[in-house]
């Protein structure tokens, strides 16, 4: 689903796509731009497409070369355990918190922040820390 979106999102004018950007979660569903990605995506006018395009709107995903999951952008990228912390209790809302964060990241899996913002729940924030952590860890170990 998400790489049907990211597809559509692609096709887009430079000012669809910048109306796209200027948009927060609850304003993207009243824009012109998002209607053209449910036209060419054929995908349907749901809380979870919104997500997933409001997420990938404005990021650096990989396209070609293999990139890193989200969990691991994050960390590259120099954000904080606490940033991460505060992404998952912050409900509903973390999402935009996480956008934040994801503008600073290079080399994003498509396929990861896709299922992060398909599957945008409890359970999903929670292993995102968890993968957060680790890779943290891994890292340490390695140095």
């Not at 927060?24 to 997933?52: E, H």
Request: proline letters at 1%.
């Amino acid at each position: 689903m998400y790489q049907i979106i990211y597809t559509a999102y692609q096709l887009l004018s430079d000012g669809d796509k910048a109306d796209l950007k200027r948009c927060n979660l609850k304003k993207l569903a009243d824009s012109p731009a998002y209607f053209r990605v449910l036209k060419f995506s054929g995908a349907k006018d749901t809380l979870q497409t919104q997500r997933i395009l409001y997420l990938l709107v404005g990021l650096k995903i990989s396209d070609d070369q293999p990139g890193v999951n989200v969990a691991n952008a994050l960390l590259n990228a120099g954000v904080k355990e606490a940033q991460i912390i505060q992404i998952t209790r912050s409900g509903d809302n973390g999402i935009d918190y996480l956008k934040r964060q994801l503008v600073r990241c290079d080399n994003i899996k498509l396929e990861s922040i896709g299922k992060l913002a398909q599957f945008w729940d409890d359970n999903t924030r929670r292993n995102l820390l968890k993968n957060f952590i680790l890779s943290a860890n891994d890292t340490q170990a390695a140095s």
